[in-house]
């Protein structure tokens, strides 16, 4: 079983839909836990992070993490054709050696106009 | 803006060829990562440094060596190009638990 498991979908919405993406994990030590969103041909970038567990907003987007279930989520509201992208998850332990990163394969996503 | 910078977009090497591709972060940070990222697989960790001229293998680091002369430059070396080496390579740098990405080489091993 892979530490981080994320489903490659594809997934595909019409424009203005509420996405949800998840991500389960089985490492209880994992404490930080981000989303990245890849355009095709580029590299990640960073677009949410979380510490511990609770809820985090910016703009059209909200994580969530639930650490009793071992299970986060990114939610995308009014959703956008430039929305369109895969999105990863990744975590990490904290303190000591948190150099690693452990990432989800990644969910494609297309939202239509 | 942290910024990473990848040598090259596109490269087209043929086997056997010894194969460098670099990569310089501007923000000082002292972790620095190569990855690659191939279709069904996500991205798989081959090497990474937490420090000039140290660093530690990932989880596929076979066919790869890496240098850090300095503390903004870590280069992922092919020493002998294959074609199973044909992938996108993505190095990153990290503060705390965030990594930043450069824009990634497609390297295709003929």
């Known amino acids: 079983q892979k530490e981080v498991e994320q489903d490659p979908g594809p997934l595909s919405v019409p424009e203005g839909a509420i996405v949800s993406l998840n991500c389960t994990y089985s490492?209880?030590?994992?404490?930080?836990f981000m989303w990245y969103r890849q355009y095709s041909r580029k590299g990640p970038e960073l677009l949410m992070y979380t510490y511990s567990s609770g809820n985090k907003e910016d703009g059209r987007f909200t994580a969530q993490v639930d650490k009793s279930s071992k299970y986060i989520s990114l939610f995308i509201r009014d959703s956008q054709p430039s929305d369109s992208a895969t999105y990863l998850c990744?975590?990490?332990?904290?303190?000591?050696?948190?150099?690693?990163?452990?990432w989800g394969l990644g969910t494609s996503l297309a939202v239509n106009p | 803006d942290v910024k990473v910078t990848q040598s090259s977009r596109y490269l087209v090497k043929r086997t056997g060829e010894k194969v460098f591709l670099e990569c310089v972060q501007d923000?000082?940070?002292?972790?620095m990562f190569w990855y690659r990222q191939d279709p069904g697989l996500g991205l798989r960790l081959i090497y990474f440094s937490y420090d000039v001229k140290m660093k530690e293998k990932g989880d596929i680091p076979e066919g790869y060596s890496v240098s850090r002369e300095k503390k903004e430059r870590f280069s992922l070396i092919l020493e002998s190009a294959s074609t199973n080496q044909t992938s996108m390579y993505l190095c990153?740098?990290?503060?705390?638990?965030?990594?930043?990405f450069g824009q990634g080489t497609r390297l295709t091993v003929v």
């Open positions: 490492n209880s030590a994992f404490q930080y």
């Open positions: 990153a740098s990290r503060y705390r638990a965030e990594a930043f």
């Open positions: 990744a975590m990490s332990v904290q303190g000591g050696n948190n150099r690693k990163l452990i």
């Open positions: 923000m000082d940070h002292e972790n």
